[in-house]
């Protein structure tokens, strides 16, 4: 099972805008609105941030927001804020393979 | 609170068995899929195996097939990962996870348990 292609490291400076790319084939994230994306600090577990392709789910800044096109997901974090540094990964529904994540990105502020 | 607490892991030999339990609560445990997902640090999570609510069908990765079991006990609002002739490549962080109301995704997660294969 082939994880999901996302960049390894984005940075960016406090209050500036930064997208993270999460790609996947027609099997999964093309195929099934079902794409999430989950935020990491070290030592902790993930905790989810987009549902559904662009959803947040209740407590979540909406300085966080997700899109698709084709079997490209996006998430993209506006006014960046040092608690923002963190890694990120997406996720999607595959179907028979059930579920797949993304290796990973490291989202540093700078 | 929505709570998963999982408990189980340590230091297997290669070809040794572990039993990993996850305790479930503050949310309808017996109407939820849920998972098993395991992370190697520094890497990304990896998705083990899903049961869905009444323990009837369960799916798993091809690296663990015929090798692990996942179970459930709704009356315990507990999960369960029975994993057999173990190698070292099994060595993770092992989260239960799991939906919440109306979010079809990985929304609960628990602290996670450590299991090295060596």
């Known amino acids: 099972q082939s994880a999901l292609t996302q960049p390894a490291s984005v940075s960016g400076s406090p209050g500036q805008s930064i997208t993270i790319s999460c790609t996947g084939t027609?099997?999964?994230?093309?195929?099934?609105?079902?794409v999430s994306w989950h935020q990491q600090h070290p030592g902790k577990a993930p905790k989810l941030m987009i549902y559904?392709?662009?959803k947040r789910p209740s407590g979540v800044s909406n300085r966080f927001s997700g899109s698709k096109s084709g079997n490209t997901a996006s998430l993209t974090i506006s006014g960046l804020q040092a608690e923002d540094e963190a890694d990120y990964y997406c996720?999607?529904?595959?179907?028979?393979?059930?579920?797949?994540f993304g290796g990973g990105t490291r989202v540093t502020v700078l | 609170e929505v709570q998963l607490v999982e408990s189980g892991g340590g230091l297997v030999q290669p070809g040794g068995s572990l039993r990993l339990s996850c305790a479930a609560s503050?949310?309808?445990?017996?109407?939820?899929?849920m998972h098993w997902v395991r992370q190697v640090p520094g890497r990304g999570p990896v998705w083990v195996s899903q049961i869905n609510p009444d323990g009837t069908r369960a799916k798993y990765a091809d690296s663990v097939q015929g090798r692990f079991i996942i179970s459930r006990d709704n009356a315990e609002n507990t999960l369960s990962l029975q994993m057999n002739s173990l190698r070292a490549e099994d060595t993770a962080v092992y989260y239960c996870?799991?939906?919440?109301?109306?979010?079809?995704?990985?929304?609960?997660w628990g602290q996670g348990t450590m299991v090295i294969v060596s």
């Open positions: 996720a999607s529904f595959a179907g028979s393979r059930s579920w797949i």
């Open positions: 503050g949310f309808t445990f017996s109407s939820s899929y």
């Open positions: 027609s099997s999964d994230i093309a195929n099934y609105n079902l």
């Open positions: 559904e392709d662009y």
């Open positions: 996870a799991g939906p919440s109301t109306g979010i079809n995704a990985f929304h609960i």
